[in-house]
């Protein structure tokens, strides 16, 4: 760090003048004020002694034998390169376009004859701080240069760390189509998608707020979170109070995160949705060209500590066709050449101009450009689509998860029964799943495998335990119904039981699963599979036909006992790939 | 008519050199005026050669070295027959420089004097 003092050193002053009296008198001059002169008689000797002592000032006389000062003035510039050298030219020329050409050859300023002590010696002074504020300043900038080198590197270290852990899940997925920065993280945002092992989808858009390294470090935790929970099967709504508790305890006042999370299934074609602080994300319906706001009620996470944060959800139809965009704030943000924002009416007006949702998502980025008259480079702002479609097809996560371990456990069983407690308030399907995914080369079955554990489940604790008809979930305002007696009756469990006895074999490229789902209800009348029959021919017996025929599809066999109070299923399963 | 050496001279200029110079003040002074005859010589040269050019060079370099020894009414005929130099008429210069001849020895007198 240069210490910025005007002249307590002594300079080094090149003083050029064909005339000796008048170089003597300036030399006087230069001494007297306590620094060094160097003479010479001419531009060439100038120059010469310019690079073989490298004065810190250069008086030069204008008018010169050999090489004159305009021409001296020019190859002492080109020599001095990003160091300043001030040249103060010494003069007795009048005319203005004699002394503007001083200046053009890279002349700072000019001393008239008579010579007078008492300004040059000024000047000299002056000189001198502006060159030492001129090499202060060259130091900083180049300590900001090597800074942000090194920002740059510190972020690409970052940027790599990230991606390890936020994979891009199944945001390749052909139904999402999405427009993000490659550096998104570092404004703050991070999108996550991932397949959930019931075959649905979550998806996650988040907004940091602030910018760089302190914007990125909140996306780690929130992706690691999100991919960890989403694959073991958990609800979204543990997701976030997860991500919510994360983040309140890591993350300094201030900071905290925006976001919008949609777990659509596309079997039930419906979404249910978690808008913390984002703008209104929208619903566009194929078949009515409506779109219908999903506005946010809910704090960013972050902000609120544990009990006072709310993961309660809302619900809407999703029909196969149906999209549903995402956004953070920049899109509404940007700005034309007025500082005009884009704004909500704008994006509105996109929607109601469409006339083929396929284009939705290209036509909102040429509205933005057409707006703003640049491109739309996808820094500042994240933009995301996800249509609902049949689940066939759709590609599971791309990896990022390491390969099954050879070692793990093949030959085992356990019995885990939850009492009333438990029931009201713990979901078991993702311990259980953790503990199945641990077997050696099942974990590509995961979804079937969650499909049935959550049917037997569901089955056991509604209509076993509860007593619930599924008739009612045959309509839709029974559907609500049924879902508001779920809700009640599970605040009034008693002395009650749901019970799994889960027992496995290995077979040589696979193995045999079987699991026992006891609950301590009534029980039903299962021996008749007509009933099986009839509700396959029953469209609507799908959704409350006990999900048994979808679990037969799944399994090598079912079996109820025990007065309908256990059922069984023998799943077997083969090594893929 | 020579009159005071303060028509010729400017000797608060002439104090101030000596303070500045101090034992130099005298190898100043000869070199001054060593300098100058040549450059009085370039000056009536041109003249004779009645080269404009020239002229106005030579002039402009005597009347900056005279304005620095406080040689100011020297400098003042210099810089008139520069003039005439840079408007081309070297010809009408005879009697400035036949000034300047003269002037140049009251200053070198009074010069020699403050060694």
Known sequence: MLVFDAGQDPLKVLIADDNDSDRMILQAFVKKQGHIPINARDGQEAVELFESERPDIVLLDALMPVMDGFEAARVIK??????????????????????????????????SKPYNRVILQAKITAFNRMRLLHSTVQAQRDQIVLHNEQLMHEQEVAKKVFDNIAHPGCLQASNINYLVSPMAVFNGDVLLAARKPSGGMLVFLGDFT????????????????????ALKGFSMQDILKEINNKLKKILPVGVFCCGCMVDISFRKEIAEVWNGGLPDCFMYRAEDRDSEPMPSFHLPLGVLGGISFS???????????????LWSDGIHEEMDENEVMFGNERLMEVFEENQDPALVFDELQQAVRDFTGSTLQGDDHSIVEIQSVPEDGLIENVSGYAADY???PKDWQFTFRLGASSLKSFNPLPLMIHILMEVPGLRAHSGKIYT????????????????????????????????????????????????FELDHKPLECGGILKMVVRDSGKGFEYN???????????????????????????????QHSEGGRAVEVVFEWRIEG | MIGSPQDHVDSVMLDELKEVMEDDFGILI??????????????????????????????????????????????????????????????????????????????????????
């Open chain 1, 78 to 111: 080109g020599l001095a390169g990003e160091n300043m050298i001030p040249i103060i030219f010494l003069t007795s020329l009048q005319d203005a376009d004699s002394l503007a050409r001083c200046l053009d050859v890279g002349g700072d300023d000019f001393l």
């Open chain 2, 30 to 115: 000869d070199t001054f005026l060593s300098d100058s005859e040549i450059r009085l010589v370039d000056v009536k040269t041109a003249y004779d050669e009645l080269n404009s050019k020239k002229l106005r060079e030579s002039a402009h370099s005597l009347k900056g070295s005279c304005s620095n020894v406080g040689a100011a009414k020297l400098a003042d005929i210099c810089k008139h027959v520069e003039e005439l130099g840079r408007v081309n008429k070297a010809e009408d210069a005879g009697q400035l420089i036949k000034d300047i001849l003269s002037e140049f020895e009251v200053v070198r007198v009074i010069l020699k004097e403050q060694v």
């Open chain 1, 406 to 408: 050879k070692s793990g």
């Open chain 1, 311 to 325: 993961a309660e959800t809302h619900l809407y139809e999703m029909k196969h066709g149906d999209r549903i965009f």
């Open chain 1, 528 to 558: 008749n599979k007509t009933n099986v029959k009839k509700a396959a021919l029953n469209k609507s017996e799908t959704y409350c036909g006990r999900g048994i025929p979808l679990v037969k599809t799944l399994c090598r066999s079912v």
């Open chain 1, 452 to 499: 049935i554990l959550s049917e037997l489940f569901n089955n056991a604790l509604e209509h076993g335990v509860m007593g619930l008809s599924s008739e009612l979930k045959s309509s839709s305002a029974g559907f609500a119904e049924y879902y508001q007696k779920r809700q009640d009756f599970l605040q009034t469990l008693d002395d009650c039981f749901v019970e």
């Open chain 1, 210 to 229: 602030g910018h760089g390294l302190p914007a990125a470090i909140g996306a780690m935790p929130t992706s690691e979170i999100f991919y960890g929970m």
